[in-house]
């Protein structure tokens, strides 16, 4: 234990007087001899601590990683497996590049169809209005057929890319059942709707999810279609209209449907169902209806006022 002591008081002394040759060693054995008590009897030597951070010899940080394994040769199964998957990411990139090309050229024909449709808020003809539209179904039909041979490179891979092309297929449904509501006062079937665009469920269908959003937003046209008209003089729409509604909202709570984008869609079908109750309780009231006769139409409008239907709510 002294010479340990012995030791480390050697060590402060000299390593003082290589740093300040002018102080006093007495000084530093004085202020050292207090710290004593509290060195370990474990203590070691400064020599050895020194020696413990010391380089071996003739050894870099590069032999050491070559020792332990390194990463200078990957292994060749592991090569492969990336190889592999760059090759498959590549491939789906061309895949989703070739989508997006037709479903652009998609996206600008139904922009084409719907603003043709729109005049019919103005009191256009209907056979003319749809005329225009329907001159846009033989396009789609192409374009839907281009993405179908594009997903025949892929086989079983269907809902892998259904999203590149998802958005734009509920608009183009909506348009159709619109449109097919216009000439027959009936619903789109989804068979129907598959036909139109032709497209084979066995190969490239029509998602059933993707048929009843269209359906929802072909709801959000009524409430207009039903102002314009009744405006236009045509007081039994509401009637028409509304009987449409309420069978379609009927039949979409048969379905269990989860919290999800559909869901809040039907949901706005509730306030287009509302909005249109109240047109057609506006124009009950008034004695509007297009059953009755002129002479009991007039009776309901105050003589020198403007009918106006409101919307309340």
Known sequence: MKSAFRNAYLFTVSLSRSLNPNTNPYLNLCSFSHKLPLLSTTYLSPPLLISRHRKVPGRSFSTTLSMSGGADSPSPSLDK???????????????????????????????LMHSGLLLVHQSRPVPEVLEKAKAQIGVLQGFYNRLAEITRECPGQYYRYHG????????????????????????????????????????????????????CFMSNEMPRYVVNQVTNGDYDCPRKVLKFLTDLHAA??????????????????????????EVY?????????????????????????DYDVKIRG
């Open 81 to 111: 497996q990336f190889e592999e998957f760059r090759s498959k990411l590549e491939e789906s990139g061309s895949l989703r590049e070739k989508i997006r090309a037709v479903v652009l050229e998609i996206e600008s024909t139904t922009r």
């Open 164 to 215: 590149d092309w998802k958005s734009e297929t509920q608009t183009v449904v909506s348009l159709l059942t619109f449109m097919y509501w216009l000439e027959t006062g009936n619903l789109l079937m989804h068979s129907e709707a598959e036909e139109k665009l032709g497209l084979n469920s066995l190969e490239f269908g029509l998602d059933i999810e993707d048929y009843l959003i269209g359906v």
């Open 252 to 277: 979409f709570r048969m379905l269990n449907l989860r919290n999800d984008f559909l869901r809040k869609k039907f949901d706005g079908m509730k306030y287009d169902l509302r909005r249109v109750e």
């Open 281 to 305: 309780y506006d124009v009950k009231i008034r004695r509007l209806t297009g059953t009755g006769d002129s002479k009991d139409a007039n009776q309901g409008v105050v003589e020198g006022e």
